[in-house]
């Protein structure tokens, strides 16, 4: 699936579109870029282990000469892909932007963007330590368009929420926090909303996983909700509340890890989870809510936060 922009800018990729999309629209936008006569951009992010063939391929062979690719350093099946001219961003040190420094709290993403012998600070108020790759995705794209880089760093730091229920941070009941981010949930971006979590997560606090069914092939459904279940636990995660039959795998798989001195609870509904949780929070823990849009848990993570469902 690809996430089209207003300024002829297509994005590519299995976690970020939307994310990436809002940034370079905002950076656009405060720049005032000319949006007629541009060049066509295509912007693809890193691809998850789900999403090999996708058609940002067909769109990169169909370039005009005027058009530019930008796309991640990162992904070895991206960068494969490169062509002669295309702008590259990401950690890896041949990136023309390249990022490197990152720092993840609960108040937001720092990094340092490095680009042409240039260092330039970065600071998102947006939640996850990914941010600073779909940050700097979107401002090699308009730099492509001729903005400037400072005035594209600007846009992004004013920029407060990624997007409804993506790593939306709401304030809970008895001082803890709430990480809404139920709007989508593949394996790759369930992955990196749970290492955002066990990242942002203070020494001393409890880090608490509150996940739905995953967006994953027939093919490979349940070896991926059994790999959500067991990254849960590597990264000790002390409590994980599965909501939903069709999540039971990432409960099973949590459970059968012996090291682990984690709970899971599998729940049926979402206002199970929520009467649990209701009684089982305490002051300073940090909640993540991740499935996907169909499974509902956003209203549930609005429920729990200060937002109405």
Request: charged share 20%.
């Amino acid at each position: 699936m690809m996430e089209r922009t207003q300024a002829a800018v297509t994005i590519a990729g299995s976690v970020g579109k939307s994310t990436t999309s809002r940034m370079l629209e905002s950076i656009l936008a405060a720049a005032d870029a000319v949006t007629h006569d541009a060049p066509q951009i295509l912007v693809v992010l890193s691809e998850g282990p789900n999403e090999q063939g996708q058609p940002w391929r067909d769109n990169l062979q169909s370039l005009t000469s005027r058009g530019v690719a930008v796309l991640s350093a990162d992904d070895a099946s991206v960068a494969e892909s490169r062509l002669d001219g295309a702008i590259t961003f990401g950690l890896a040190s041949t990136a023309h932007f390249r990022v490197n420094a990152i720092h993840a709290t609960l108040n937001g993403t720092s990094f340092l963007l490095h680009h042409d012998g240039v260092t330039y600070p970065v600071a998102l108020s947006i939640l996850g330590e990914y941010q600073a790759t779909n940050a700097a995705a979107s401002i090699a794209a308009a730099y492509a368009r001729g903005v400037d880089i400072r005035t594209a760093i600007a846009a992004l730091e004013r920029i407060t929420l990624a997007g409804r229920w993506t790593m939306e941070t709401l304030p809970g009941p008895s001082g803890t926090v709430i990480i809404n981010d139920a709007v989508s949930a593949t394996m790759h971006s369930m992955s990196a909303a749970l290492k955002t979590l066990a990242l942002v997560t203070p020494a001393g606090r409890r880090s608490v996983a509150v996940l739905g069914e995953l967006t994953a092939p027939e093919t490979s459904s349940r070896e991926d909700h059994d790999r959500i279940g067991r990254l849960v636990v590597r990264l000790n995660v002390k409590k994980l509340v599965v909501v939903g039959e069709s999540a039971r795998h990432i409960h099973n798989a949590a459970g059968l890890e012996g090291s682990w001195d984690g709970e899971s609870v599998l729940v049926g509904s979402r206002d199970e989870a929520y009467a649990l949780l209701r009684d089982d929070l305490r002051s300073g823990d940090v909640v993540l809510v991740k499935s996907t849009a169909r499974a509902g848990l956003g209203h549930l993570g609005d429920r729990l936060g200060s937002v109405a469902s």
